[in-house]
């Protein structure tokens, strides 16, 4: 298995290291809505245009959990070394759970380090293996473990529910999920995603996470008026 990432893994370090670079020396855009966080501060987002949206569409690297048919779709970008990803976490989960009308769509966006791209390659191999809430199930014992997300651990958490890690490294370790990896770090960096978690919500991208309470609001405001805020 170490070879295994070894050749894999060392041949991308600089393309993503380059990627996570744009991404994080992007401006944040100003903000267009008034979307507070928990604090009351003002959260940096701005509208994507429809160029960058009919893109996102088509991001195959994509994972839907929650309602299919559900009437507001929240996307999250986010790196699964990212602490405020970490953070946000347990109010994504919350926010899911509370509101069954809610499709949630998780968006790997591994640009922090060569063992978020490790670890995101087996997260996109298993959602080929998992139904949508067997992948939340998984997505969430992924961040209970401590320190340093990389594809080992990834693996180790498959095998815990009970997945053929064979299979599953099989599956990951191709230039295809690689490539769909690319794509998404490629939109982010074009999108100006230069804070992770970053979500879009009605062609609304939002910097960071903004808390449980102001995610609510956000997708209330969707369903009253179909903007971020009314």
């Known amino acids: 298995m170490n070879r295994y990432w070894n050749r894999i893994f060392c041949a ?17 855009g100003n903000a267009q809505h008034a979307i507070k ?12 245009s429809a160029d960058l949206l009919a893109r996102l569409a088509k991001l195959p690297a994509q994972v839907p959990v929650g309602n299919p048919q559900g009437d507001v779709t929240l996307l999250q970008f986010y790196d699964l070394n990212c602490p405020y990803c970490r953070l946000a976490a347990a109010d994504v ?19 922090l380090s060569v063992q978020s791209v490790q670890g995101a390659l087996i997260e996109m191999g298993a959602a080929k293996m998992l139904t949508p809430e067997q992948y939340l199930e998984f997505h969430r014992r992924i961040y209970a473990s401590r320190g340093v997300i990389d594809g080992p651990k990834v693996l180790a958490v498959a095998a815990g529910m ?69």
């Open 93 to 111: 989960d919350t926010l899911l759970k509370d509101d069954n009308k809610l499709k949630l769509v998780f968006v790997p966006y591994p640009v």
């Open 162 to 230: 009970g997945l053929d890690t064979n299979k599953l490294a099989g599956l990951s370790n191709t230039e295809t999920m690689l490539n769909l990896l690319r794509a998404n770090a490629d939109f982010g960096t074009t999108a100006n995603l230069a804070a992770t978690p970053a979500y879009v919500i009605g062609g609304v991208a939002i910097l960071g996470h903004p808390g449980l309470k102001p995610l609510q609001a956000v997708v209330r405001s969707m369903r009253s008026c179909g903007n971020v805020v009314c």
């Open 12 to 28: 991308v370090v600089l393309g993503f290291c380059l990627l996570a670079g744009g991404a994080q020396a992007a401006q944040f």
């Open 37 to 48: 966080d928990d604090d009351g501060d003002t959260v940096a987002n701005f509208d994507l």
